[in-house]
């Protein structure tokens, strides 16, 4: 399931970002699985580009937390394993899409102007019907099939040559060929798509389903699947067809519209779309469309739109491509099929970061060619707008190619006495609190690593490189360690290799582990058995506290002793001097206090904090080898007012790395005030309290410049 949260990403905080960008990171991952090596997606194509653009926006606003595995670092469709590599002699691209009339306008009026063509001059435009199927590129050599290849991510695909040539409709000889090929182009990329019918599909997946194989989602994936078979004689066996519409590579052949192409595909012997139409107004080719639109279901095989191409090549030469998609073509796809089904049951989903998304268990429908079942809903808000309640008729689509929607509930059909809908606020899969921050649309289990759904997650937090920093167990090897209860809390990883010696099958035994990588495993838990405070206080995964606020409690607290009973001291008694002294340090605030204390408030993380700090030794934090006899070392710190020679975040760094505390309000623990220019009521407040104020230019000379 697949959930773009709402918060727009200017107001995320950086602790947000992190959490975001690890749950992306899976999800994104697990969909690729799904997609390239299972030909079984679980979202649309928008969809997922809706998850990678997120990701990015997230990165370009905290360049630094992108993480190794992001998405971003990896291309698009790297072939799977298996299959050759082709490098596309001309890239496969894609098409910009039209949704509305507006924009198939928007698109002529755009390659009129571009032309400097007149109103006058008619545009000739070929439409077709674009095909749900998968994009192929197959070259032709003195007319002869030599190689096929998918698209991959356009510049790079596989090399299926051997499960194409089982196509009926892949002619291996160009029709018209003399014996030695001579009157036909040295070469020839004809492109097109692999498809397969709506029959053929359920014919195939009755045959899957009766040998207990896999049933697929749509045509399309049933077309990927089977094209994508290691064994081609496996391939003949599946009900391919193909329509060829496109050109690559092409020397030794010319042809001045697509129309006239499109003509010589026939006589080449290859299946182009009957449908296809030559228009020469936009009204002719929306007439076309609304036809086609009507059409759509009776069709033979699934269609998602319709693609015009304009029909001169000589101007699709001048116009020309802009990113990934030609100036000379446009897909204007249907609108979302909608349609109505039942709305079984509310069920709540717990992320990997422990957000609660409610979502809407459905009677099984086909909306836009795919069984849909499930749709999310969201959060509770959404769920409210929209009134959505359990036992409803709604209304679901799948706009584009976008994940079902629950668009609307159906009033009438609602059985009298419905009641609405309500969040748990507990955990529906480890029970602890739940709880919605101000602000914030989401739920959250507040379970951390006694949540099963969260476990894994914290876990691979807490060996990361900021945290613990422990190689060689990566988030593969911690799930299958949870799954099969070697480690459950993080206190386990440093308990590993004593529970290891005892186990019917040690790790070095296990499949991918060998004797050498366990000891190297092993090694490295041991060598992070001493640890400084900060790196410990944000191993712990406490909601908002980040590498930084971690180091702002180390620096404040010192030790882990003095820490921890200032924290249980802070969650006791929300008036106390504990929690008065948390919620005043620098950029804390309430909200972020709330969240440390909250952690502390529950026995089950004290217990996982007990647990560890009996395994390990926590370093006392460290001010730097110049702090210890800085004139600031231990003085608290408040900054208010503008600073003229540097920015407010390095006159703090300057000034932590001096050993001093800085706070963000004053009080009578504050030392010094620095007050910079139109400084408010801190600077007041500290002539009130009698505390040393210092000028920007006062405060360089005490600290040494
Ligand atoms: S022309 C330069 N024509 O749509 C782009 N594409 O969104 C050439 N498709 O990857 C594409 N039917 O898989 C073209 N009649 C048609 C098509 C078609 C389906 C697919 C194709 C392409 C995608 C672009």
Redesign the pocket.
Same mark, same amino acid.
């Given at each position: 399931m697949t959930f773009v949260t709402s918060t727009p990403v200017q107001d995320l905080t950086r602790d947000q970002a992190a959490a975001e960008l690890a749950e992306l990171a899976g999800e994104i991952a697990a969909h690729d699985r799904a997609y390239y090596q299972e030909d079984a997606p679980a979202v649309s194509d928008a969809e997922y580009d809706a998850l990678r653009q997120r990701n990015a926006a997230i990165e370009a606003r905290f360049p630094d937390l992108a993480r190794p595995d992001s998405p971003s670092r990896r291309v698009g469709a790297a072939p799977a394993a298996g299959f050759g590599k082709v490098v596309h002699a001309v890239p496969?691209?894609?098409?910009d !899409?039209a949704f509305a009339e507006g924009d198939v306008r928007e698109f002529v009026a755009r390659v009129r102007r571009f032309l400097g063509l007149s109103e006058a001059e008619p545009i000739p435009v070929v439409a =077709? &019907? $674009?095909?749900?199927?998968?994009?192929i590129s197959l070259r032709y050599e003195r007319g002869r099939f030599v190689q096929g290849a998918t698209?991959g991510d356009g510049a790079e695909g596989e090399d299926v040559t051997a499960n194409l040539r089982t196509l009926a409709d892949l002619p291996v000889r160009l029709r018209g060929a003399d014996l030695l090929g001579d009157d036909l182009p040295a070469v020839l990329e004809v492109?097109g =798509?692999v498809y397969m019918s709506r029959d053929d599909f359920a014919a195939l997946n009755e045959r899957q389903k009766a040998a207990e194989a896999k049933v697929f989602a749509n045509p399309r994936n049933a077309a990927a699947g089977s094209l994508r078979q290691l064994d081609a004689a496996e391939t003949a066996k599946r009900p391919l067809r193909l329509?060829a519409?496109?050109s690559g590579e092409a020397t030794g052949a010319e042809w001045d519209s697509h129309w006239e192409y499109l003509t010589r595909l026939k006589t080449w012997g290859f299946q182009v !779309?009957p449908l @296809?139409r030559r228009c020469d107004s936009v009204e002719d080719l929306l007439a076309f469309h609304a036809e086609l639109a009507e059409q759509r279901a009776s069709l033979p095989y699934d269609?998602d739109g319709i693609?015009y $191409?304009v029909d001169r090549v000589d101007w699709q030469k001048r116009l020309g491509f802009v990113a990934r @998609? &030609?100036r000379w @073509?446009i @897909?204007h796809k249907f609108p979302a099929e909608q349609v109505r089904t039942l709305l079984r049951r509310i069920s709540v989903n717990v992320g990997r970061t422990g957000t609660l998304t409610p979502v809407a268990d459905l009677e099984p429908v086909t909306v836009g060619g795919v069984v849909v079942s499930r749709a999310t809903l969201h959060n509770e808000d959404e769920v409210a707008r929209k009134d959505v309640r359990e036992g409803d008729t709604v209304i679901v689509q799948r706009a584009g190619d976008v994940i079902p929607q629950v668009v609307a509930v159906v009033p009438e059909l609602r059985k009298p006495g419905t009641p609405p809908w309500t969040m748990p606020d507990h955990c529906p899969t480890c029970g602890s609190l739940a709880v919605r921050e101000e602000d914030e649309a989401a739920r959250r289990c507040t379970g951390g690593l006694v949540c099963p759904d969260q476990a894994v997650e914290r876990l691979r937090h807490f060996v990361s490189r900021n945290a613990f920093d422990i190689e060689g167990l990566g988030e593969k090897h911690i799930e299958a360690f949870y799954a099969d209860g070697l480690i459950r809390s993080p206190a386990d990883i440093f308990l590993l290799e004593e529970r290891d010696r005892g186990v019917l099958t040690p790790i070095a035994a296990r499949e991918g582990w060998g004797l050498k990588s366990a000891r190297n495993l092993f090694d490295g838990i041991g060598e992070r058995r001493t640890i400084g405070l900060e790196r410990f206080i944000y191993a712990l995964g406490i909601r908002h506290v980040g590498e930084a606020m971690a180091r702002l409690l180390a620096s404040h607290y010192g030790t882990l002793e003095a820490w921890r009973t200032a924290m249980v001291a802070a969650a006791q008694d929300r008036d106390g001097e504990a929690w008065r002294d948390l919620v005043a340090i620098d950029r804390m605030g309430p909200a972020k206090a709330l969240a440390i204390a909250s952690f502390f408030a529950e026995p089950h993380n004290l217990a996982v904090l007990d647990d560890l700090a009996a395994l390990v030794t926590v370093r006392p934090f460290e001010r730097s080898a110049t702090a210890g006899n800085s004139p600031i070392a231990g003085k608290t710190v408040v900054f208010t007012g503008t600073l003229t020679t540097m920015t407010r975040d390095e006159a703090k760094a300057r000034a932590l790395a001096l050993g001093a505390k800085v706070a963000g309000s004053v009080s009578r623990k504050t030392d010094y005030v620095v007050v910079g220019a139109d400084a408010g009521s801190k600077a007041a407040k500290a002539q009130d309290l009698g505390i040393t104020t210092l000028s920007e230019s006062a405060w360089r000379d005490l600290i040494g410049g």
């Open positions: 496969m691209l894609s098409l !899409n =077709e &019907p $674009k095909i749900d199927g998968l994009s698209r492109r =798509e329509f519409y496109g !779309n @296809a269609i693609v $191409k @998609a &030609p @073509a @897909a």
